[in-house]
């Protein structure tokens, strides 16, 4: 299905940087959200990012040509709200296989094109898949810690619907990101492991999961540590953190796994943390200064930014993962025992 596989072990890959940091330098009004199809539509559709690749398609388009024109391997697609649970506060839940179908082309057309231009570098696609505005281990109403907003099956069944068209829409990998709680995680894994042996194919699976606080733990509680033993029986490329933090302070979360998995290991945090205003205000050069802390202490083999960042943070963190060799893992999910159990 991709030959991602392979670059991973020949260099340092390069994840873009942040979509949502882009789309607020087009300063889109809400009848930008709407575009002709949804203007009647009955309540406001501003800040449904998702909703652009269908209603302003050119502008999500050149947001991925930039990334990879800063250095970038790989491009999420816009979809980090692509479920049915996440589109519910629209009322937009039946328009979620079209939103990740679109948004998952959209992409691919961009990485088709710069990987016809260098063949030497081919690019490829990440369907991102969020965690959705709801948590399984938790109850959201401090008056009833047994109440969930949220169940297992919902998140499975949401989920497997974004898998399905996130794959006919052609990603190469499917990332399960910004993971705060693992069970919500599990869920997402649960459901493409389902669809994989539906369909009889293998795609590879990126997780990345955020560190909420200063006690290194996601929001559900979890060490690094703990969070990386509780999904390691699932077939990963990948695992690591994203969001949440800046480059400095996610660095002893990786140190934290880096030696304990045989897994590919990918961070992509933020510009540093928020300013007072919810901006981010780490340029490139500090970052990159950051990042590279990673590749001289050999922990990383997927590297790219969140939060705040931009193709100008892209282009120097490519630039200095070029001088880096990557980390070695001794994993390839196509050469798993025949023997063993994906299932949860």
Known sequence: MSNIKQAILERILVLDGAMGTMLQ?????????????????PIPLQGNNDLLS????EAIKSIHAKYF????DIVETNTFSGTTIAMADYQMEDLVYELNYQSAKLAKEVADEF???????????????????????????VNDPGYRAVTF????SAYKQQVEALLDGGVDVLLVETVFDTLNAKAALFAIEEVKEERNID?????????????????SGQTAEA????????????????????????????????????????AHPNAGLPNAFG????????????????????????????????????KVIANIAAKYKPRKFGYVPDQRSENSNPSL
């Open 153 to 156: 099956e919902d998140l499975r």
């Open 227 to 266: 969070f990386l033993i509780s999904v390691s029986h699932i077939p990963l490329l990948s695992i690591g953190f994203n969001c949440a933090l800046g480059a400095n302070l996610l660095q002893p979360h990786l140190e934290a796994v880096a030696n304990k998995t045989d897994f590919a290991i990918s």
């Open 203 to 219: 795609i590879p699976i990126m997780l990345s999961g955020t560190i909420t606080d200063a006690s290194g733990r996601t929001l």
């Open 115 to 141: 990987s016809l231009k260098e063949p030497q570098k081919p690019r490829f696609v990440a369907g991102s898949m969020g965690p959705t505005n709801r948590t399984a281990s938790m109850s959201p109403d």
């Open 69 to 72: 024109e800063a250095g970038a």
């Open 25 to 41: 330098r087009y300063k889109f009004t809400e009848e930008d959200f709407r575009g002709e199809r949804f203007k009647d539509y």
């Open 54 to 57: 269908i209603t302003q398609p």
């Open 279 to 314: 901006e981010y205000d780490e340029t490139p050069e500090e970052m990159g200064e950051q990042i590279e802390a990673y590749l001289k202490k050999n922990l990383v083999n997927i590297v790219g930014g969140c939060c705040g960042t931009t193709p100008e943070h892209i």
